[in-house]
């Protein structure tokens, strides 16, 4: 189970750090929740298909982990 815990932990860690730096702008501020933007698009994943839900897993995962998707669909 810990393991699970660290591989879900490690993927919305990236997941921030990447909608961080997408969101950084020097002349303004921006406050957003990325646990509850991950939280929002799992649920939406669990729901779609084909190329939405590739897009959807790539965005949370990364693509850099194969198992975490499993691993998501059983939370």
Do not use: D
Request: hydrophobic fraction near 50%.
């Amino acid at each position: 189970m810990a393991e699970k815990v660290e591989l879900i932990t490690e993927a919305q860690l990236g997941f921030a750090l990447k909608l961080l730096h997408s969101q950084h702008n020097a002349n303004s501020s921006t406050v957003f929740s990325p646990v509850s933007i991950a939280t929002a698009l799992a649920m939406m994943y669990l729901g779609a298909e084909g190329n939405t839900a590739l897009e959807i897993k790539n965005a949370l995962a990364g693509g850099s982990n194969p198992r975490f998707i499993p691993i998501l669909q059983l939370c």
